[in-house]
């Protein structure tokens, strides 16, 4: 069954220069790409993506992490790839959380590591799931960016907002 999954290049995936990299070892997995940005993660999006761990120690430590704070690279790329089972395809090529633990062949096994404060640098993320993976996406992308039609949209006119838009 085709689906959706997020895939985020983390500040440390970008700081050590490994986009081209993960792009090509993800290339295997023969998905197709959907949409691509490199975004400037804020703390509100950040939090929103990590809702689920916000009870757990480390919490604070990963919202500085994914905002780019541990590494002076405060970006991300964001991708929606899709396919055949995308998601369970791009977390067995990702490889575990913990990158001692990942398989020496998978990215985090690659390209992963933990710093002496205990910091996983696993320099991916991969969606968990079918119904997390519409969530982030959601989170992550605007109906326009992606260039399926992956979920409902609906037009919607919103008054007295104020948008930043180029000079």
């Keep these: 069954m085709n689906e959706a999954t997020l895939i985020l290049i983390k500040p440390d995936g970008l700081k050590k ?8 070892r993800l290339s295997e997995t023969k998905l197709e790409i959907m ?10 999006l950040a939090t929103e993506h990590y809702k689920h761990l916000k009870d757990k120690p480390f919490f604070n430590e990963l919202i500085d992490y994914i905002c780019g704070e541990k590494h002076n690279r ?33 990215i985090r096994g690659s390209y992963g590591r933990i710093t002496t404060s205990g ?9 968990s799931n079918k119904d ?13 960016e992606v260039i399926v039609d992956l979920y409902p949209v609906k037009e919607s006119t919103v008054n007295s907002c104020t948008h930043v838009v180029w000079a």
């Design 17 to 24: 220069s490994l986009t081209g990299n993960i792009l090509t």
């Design 35 to 44: 949409a691509a940005k490199i975004v400037k993660v804020d703390k509100g």
């Design 74 to 106: 405060k970006k991300v790329m964001a991708l929606v790839y899709w396919g055949e089972n995308a998601t369970t395809k791009c977390r067995q090529l990702a490889g575990a959380t913990n990158p001692e633990e990942a398989e020496p062949t998978s």
């Design 119 to 127: 910091l996983y640098e696993n320099v991916i993320h991969v969606s």
């Design 132 to 144: 997390e993976a519409e969530r982030e996406i959601k989170l992550w992308f605007t109906p326009a």
